[in-house]
DNA sequence: TTACATACCGAATCTTTTTTCGGTTATTGT
DNA sequence: ACAATAACCGAAAAAAGATTCGGTATGTAA
C-alpha cells in the first residue's frame, strides 16, 4: 500500500466507516460475496466494469480490517474463496440502506445530472 | 469542475448515493446543516481540519444536485444560509446509520489499524 | 508435458479529488 | 473612510485512488 500524507481522524464515525467501505468498489464486493459469490474470479465476472486488479486489491484491503476473510485457507491459493466475518455483515443493514437511497433517487440525480450537462455547453 | 473520463453507472444505487453523498466532507456537511449551522464560515468553524476552499466547493455540489438550498437569497452574497431541501433530509437517516456503524467500529478499527502499522515497519 | 485458468503482485500511469494560495466583491462595525 | 469579516472563485499543486500492463506461481485438465 501507500503511506498517506494526511492524517485522518477516526474520531468521527463517518470517517471511520468511509475508511472501510468508501472505496469505489467495496460495497459491490460486499454485496456480491453477500450473495454467494465467493471467489475473485467471480466477484470481477459480477462486477464487469471493474478490472481483476482493483478486485484483488480492496479484497485485500477488506482482508487486513477483518470484513472478509478466506475460507479456503489451502497452503498455497488455488481456489480462494472469501466470506464476511462477523463483523462484514454488520455492514449489510447499511450496505441495503445506501442502495435503497440511491435506486430511489437514481431517476432524480440523472435528471439533475442531464440539466448540468446541458447548462455546461453553453 | 472538470469532465470525467471514465463513464459512470447511474443505474446502480450504491454509485449513487457515493456520488451525492460520498464527497470526502459531503455527510459532515450535511450533519452541520442540520444541526442548525447553516452558514459556510460556521459550518467551516464546525468541521475545522476542512478547509474553506473544501466547504464552498462541496456545498456547491450539494446545491447543484438539489441536496441543500440557498434560503437567504439576496441579490448579492452577504448573510448566505443554506438549508436542506426535502431530497435532502432524506439522506440523514442513511447518515445516522453510516455514522452510528462507524462510531460503534471505531475502537475496532483503530486497533487493526495500528496493528497494521505495527507489522509494516520491519 | 503442454495449455490454460486462477490468484496474486509491483510499478507506472492516469483520473479524480482535495488542498493550498492568492485573489475579488460586498457587508458590517468603528 | 477604514479595517475586519464573509462569500466566493480560478488555478496550480498535491494527494489519493483507480487502472493498465506485464509479470510469477500454482493447480487442473487434456
Known sequence: MYAKKIEED???GIRVAFKIFGGKWKLCIIDAINKGITRPIDI???IRI???RVIEMQLAELLSYGVVEKCSEDVYP???EYELTEMGKTILPVLKQIDNWGTANSAFVKLRQ?????????
Not at 442531464?114 to 453553453?122: C, P, Q, V
Request: charged share 50%; hydrophobic share 20%.
Open 10 to 12: 477516526l474520531d468521527c
Open 44 to 46: 470481477q465476472k459480477e
Open 114 to 122: 442531464y440539466e448540468l450537462e446541458r447548462a455546461g455547453e453553453d
Open 50 to 52: 471493474a478490472s481483476q
Open 78 to 80: 488455488k481456489k480462494s
